[in-house]
């Protein structure tokens, strides 16, 4: 909205013409994200506080945690709320790019928040069932697939693009496109959220890779930089950078009530939705590779409930008595059991993401 | 000049701006993260005037 109203006052005063620039628009989104949930972010706290909606912990979780009980959840709406106002405040409404993830967060957040609204008010433990959130969740990636594949104007919008070979792409037929759009925004969404176990351990390396996210969308955007870098020019995919800069400066101020020992939980309905935003602009941008790279916390944490779960049911089925690979699952957990600190769990996590994004905004250049 | 006026006072608790939030509400890591987040800040508003010019 203020993108349209610069340009229209730049008709008459030419320093208005200023905010055309996506660089000037993701640093003022980040900050208006900020300060958005900053000053919201103590009301909603209140809010949440006395309406009662308390986070309920698991009780075959750490014995550490119990003391959790009664923190207030849902806080993710605060992030998607800020999100949303900043980029329909900063970013080109005109863009489709920027309506898909815009919707696809929503849509998923609203999934998570049906599903945290019947945990906490109705004291539903389970929740939406897992079935509901997954036909739910699909039904908004493969309408996000399916809009990506009729709007591909070149064939590298729908190659995967393998990271550190500047002339090797794999092309994918229409099934396999959509296909690989619905796995990477699913499975996005719920790593994210398998992830979120921990006080500000999801939502920093979600800030760290939407951070390098902006920076490779504004790379795809710009037909120089991609063509000097090697990589995919897709047209308006610059804007995203708006978007990602909103979910940063949205969740650094959300880390300033979610830090260790942490004021507000984010709850499904925040990091089901981010871990899906960040899967949409990957797709988008045509980076899964890069996400996986960048996101390998998020990867991990998935992958150590996978294989506990499965060599639980394995061995169970085959000696009579369940086995487990990891002391407790998700991985963050593990560490915990181990004599690990909760808070060093948390920062040794974001180290490692900060590595892995290093690796990947390496990309950029070394092909 | 009364006992009161003599005693040394202190501004801050404790010397330091993150012993102070410690000293005051802030559990340690609290007090922590927020200084980093703070500086990340800090340091995004430097990185900017590379192109706000």
Excluded at chain 1, 135 to 150: K, P
Aim: glycine letters at 8%; hydrophobic letters at 55%; one cysteine or more.
């Amino acid at each position: 909205m203020l993108l349209a109203l610069a340009q229209w006052l730049a008709q008459d005063i030419r320093a208005f013409s200023v905010f055309n620039y996506i660089t000037l628009r993701a640093v003022l989104a980040a900050m208006t994200a900020l300060i958005i949930s900053f000053m919201l972010g103590p009301w909603m706290i209140r809010k949440l506080t006395a309406m009662k909606i308390g986070q309920a912990v698991r009780t075959d979780g750490p014995q550490t945690h119990l003391v959790k009980a009664g923190t207030p959840t849902m806080g993710g709406a605060l992030i998607l709320m800020s999100i949303a106002i900043t980029t329909l405040l900063w970013g080109d409404l005109h863009n489709a790019y920027v309506w898909v993830v815009l919707l696809t967060t929503l849509g998923v957040g609203a999934i998570g928040w049906v599903d945290d609204y019947r945990k906490v008010v109705y004291k539903n433990p389970d929740g939406l069932s897992a079935r509901a959130k997954m036909f739910w969740q699909s039904l908004i990636a493969l309408a996000v697939g399916i809009f990506l594949w009729t709007h591909a104007t070149l064939p590298q919008h729908t190659e995967v693009i393998v990271p550190f070979f500047k002339h090797f792409a794999i092309p994918l037929g229409m099934v396999g496109f959509i296909l690989l759009v619905y796995l990477v925004i699913v499975g996005s969404s719920n790593a994210v959220n398998l992830t979120d176990g921990l006080d500000g351990l999801a939502i920093m390396p979600t800030v760290m890779v939407a951070a390098a996210l902006a920076v490779f969308a504004y790379v795809a955007g710009h037909a120089e930089f991609s063509k000097y870098l090697g990589e995919p020019s897709i047209p308006g995919a610059g804007e995203l950078a708006v978007f990602c800069a909103a979910i940063s400066g949205a969740g650094l101020a959300f880390l300033w009530f979610n830090a260790y020992p942490a004021e507000v939980f984010m709850g499904d309905v925040g990091a089901l939705a981010l871990g899906a935003a960040l899967g949409a602009v990957a797709v988008i941008i045509r980076q899964e590779l890069v996400l996986f790279i960048m996101g390998g916390v998020f990867v991990v944490e998935a992958v150590s409930v996978m294989l506990q779960v499965s060599w639980f049911k394995y061995t169970k089925k085959k000696y009579g008595t369940g086995q487990r690979i990891l002391l407790m699952a998700p991985l963050h957990h593990h560490f915990e059991q181990k004599g690990w600190k909760e808070t060093q769990v948390v920062v040794r996590f974001w180290i490692i993401t900060m590595l892995l994004v290093l690796i990947g905004l390496s990309t950029l250049k070394l092909r | 000049m009364n006992t009161a006026m003599k005693m040394k006072k202190r501004i801050t608790f404790a010397l330091g701006e993150a012993h102070i939030r410690a000293a005051n509400v802030m559990t340690t890591p609290d007090a922590n993260v927020r200084f980093w987040i703070i500086t990340m800040l800090l340091v995004l508003i430097g990185l900017s005037t590379l192109k706000l010019r």
